[in-house]
């Protein structure tokens, strides 16, 4: 599932350089039954305290190899780690610095298809691309602005969302391509433009990362917003995409509480970018917290190239499941654990399913998880 949100996360870069809404048809739900399939944690990676190869820093993504492996990107130790299936470490690379295969504030990784890993390291303007076993072996840096905050494999290399702000005319510039490395080319899908003006960079900074994902010859793309539920659909062949919607949603409202501590964060924020020097154009910005719940908070894909789109107003997580060529879903599929796994991020790809935390409560680590296809009791309203 490319990208999971966290909720500040580009602001987050900057300082470095839940149930509502009109209910699903029924169908959507078990066919009507109040029963679906549902996620279950079946292992874990990473300790408190213990051998150094499983200690985590800040743990900012996590992919699956063609291998069925496990990569998790530390951004506070700026390596990428990688584990076997069953949870053993295998190797790592990266480091801090910028020569090659080294990272300033790495962002995400993408598990390629012909098995490399990459990396995309937005403040360097590069995303550095390592073999199977772990060497540097190729830096793409042609980027006019920064590199990629969110990538994911394409069938001939990556795609992502890339944004920047041109000092020149004042513009903040917003786009989705696919980087083509067999071609050495580029392919734009999107692009929007707007005006600079602080109010609006600072609201930007603590929206959620959007969502991105490839299946079959389409990019799929969720950008963070309240008033509508919808995914984006960009063919790799040019033709026109049908977007994913759910005709029946509506806008959650988030509690006082919630608006509340957002505004918080926000000031904490400005007070740490401030005192690093770097937050002086933000000084006197107006910040309104959003009144309602993002309508989408992650997307994913599976073994047989479903859409997995993660509901943003669900107090726990909660999937909607999209078949291949549907435009509007036909499944729900929750996660059932002992464990509140609400705060977790969830990458779902064929080649397997995670969970993490980027601000855990105790320490960092990785959940595996399966999809048990006997129907479960469905909770989600």
């Known amino acids: 599932m490319k990208v999971p949100f966290p909720l500040t996360g580009l602001l987050a870069a900057m300082l470095f350089s839940a149930c509502g809404g009109d209910a699903p048809p029924e169908e959507v739900s078990g066919e009507g039954s109040g029963r679906a399939p549902a996620l279950i944690v079946t292992g874990e990676i990473g300790v408190e305290l213990g051998d ?9 993504d996590v992919d699956f190899t063609v291998e069925g492996n496990v990569a998790v990107l530390d951004a506070q130790r700026r390596r990428v780690r990688v584990y076997s299936p069953q949870g053993v470490f295998l190797g790592s690379f990266g480091g801090t610095g910028e020569a090659p295969g080294e990272f300033l504030n790495p962002r995400s990784l993408a598990c390629l298809v012909d098995g490399r890993i990459a990396v995309s390291d937005p403040f360097s303007r590069e995303v550095e691309i390592f073999s199977p076993d772990f060497l540097h072996s190729e830096t793409v840096a042609d ?3 920064r590199a990629p905050f969110v990538i994911t494999a394409t069938d001939n290399g990556f795609a992502g969302e890339q944004g920047g702000f041109n000092r020149d005319d ?3 510039t917003q786009r989705v391509q696919e980087w ?3 071609r050495d080319t580029i392919l734009l899908f999107m692009e929007r433009e707007t005006l600079f003006s602080a109010d609006n960079m600072a609201a930007r900074f603590m929206e959620p990362l959007a969502g991105i994902v490839y299946s079959e010859g389409v990019v799929y793309f969720s950008p963070p917003v309240t008033e509508e539920y919808l995914v984006q659909t960009y063919p790799v062949d040019g033709s026109q995409g049908q977007p994913l919607t759910w005709p029946g949603y509506s806008p959650v409202p988030r509690t006082q ?17 401030a005192s690093s020097g770097r937050g002086s154009r933000f000084a006197d910005v107006s910040y309104s917290p959003p009144e309602y719940y993002y309508a989408i908070s992650g997307l994913g894909v599976d073994p047989e190239g479903r859409i997995w789109v993660r509901r943003g107003w669900e107090p726990s997580p909660v999937f909607d499941i999209f078949e291949p060529g549907d435009t509007e879903p036909s499944l729900v599929v929750e996660v059932h654990s002992e464990e509140d796994l609400s705060a977790f991020d969830f990458v779902v790809t064929p080649n397997g399913i995670a969970a993490f935390e980027r601000d855990p409560e105790y320490y960092p680590r990785v959940l595996l998880l399966e999809l048990d296809e006997t129907e479960q009791p469905l909770t989600a309203s």
């Open 52 to 60: 150094s190869n499983y200690v985590f820093g800040t743990i900012q």
């Open 143 to 145: 980027f006019t602005e």
């Open 170 to 172: 004042g513009t903040v």
């Open 180 to 182: 083509d490395l067999q």
């Open 257 to 273: 509480q919630e608006i509340d501590e957002e505004m918080e964060l926000f000031e904490e924020r400005l007070q740490a970018m």
